[in-house]
């Protein structure tokens, strides 16, 4: 057995126990803590309060959430509540992540139709989006740190920056051009662990 095979069977073996209650509570205190984006508080939840997942686990789960159908924290919720309690606690999740802000998004709805022309309400909705953009940033920065640790996967990053930023291509496109190479990557990163 590898050294790489070793760590990957260790981890599983002292992987947490969550019932879909727990999964449920978590996941809606994640729901509720962020709008506009819940990801960065997603990551300091399971990743640095909870200690559910290790840093490199959570981005490995976000990295094949962000490339199928769908927002990126309802995959994360199912993957994670699917990894933890099967079925159920991939449901127990999703319901915990969107229920809440359901409810409270529909009350917002209804008092902006009553308070969208005042100014200080644009205000504050200028301020809010500003906010979720510092997160999100800091969520990326915290992600990229990781791969410090393994300079080469930082041409991926690059690769991938060009392609979607210089020449604005879509998702498909830049997964099907930075793939191979993150593949091969990833298998020296392995090796080495």
């Not at 127990?92 to 008092?111: F, K």
């Not at 969520?139 to 210089?166: C, H, N, Q, W």
Request: aromatic content about 8%; hydrophobic content about 50%; overall charge positive.
């Amino acid at each position: 057995m590898t050294k790489s095979q070793y760590r990957i069977l260790s981890n599983l073996n002292a992987l947490k126990t969550l019932t879909p209650s727990q999964l449920f509570i978590s996941f809606s205190k994640i729901g509720m803590s962020g709008f506009g984006g819940v990801l960065p508080w997603a990551r300091r939840t399971l990743v640095e309060r909870d200690k559910v997942l290790s840093s490199e686990e959570f981005s490995a789960i976000l990295g094949i959430c962000q490339i199928v159908p769908g927002p990126n924290i309802v995959n994360l919720a199912v993957c994670i509540g699917s990894r933890f309690a099967g079925a159920r606690g991939a449901l127990a999740a999703v319901l915990g992540l969107t229920l809440g802000p359901i409810c409270i998004v529909m009350l917002l709805a209804v008092l902006y139709t009553h308070y969208s022309y005042m100014e200080s309400i644009q205000g504050v909705l200028r301020g809010i989006s500003a906010v979720g953009v510092g997160l999100i940033a800091s969520t990326g920065i915290k992600m990229l740190r990781d791969e410090l640790r393994f300079p080469a996967m930082l041409l991926v990053v690059l690769v991938t920056v060009i392609a979607a930023s210089y020449y604005q291509l879509g998702l498909g496109w830049v997964v099907l051009i930075a793939s191979p190479l993150a593949w091969f990557l990833a298998q020296k990163k392995a090796r080495k662990l």
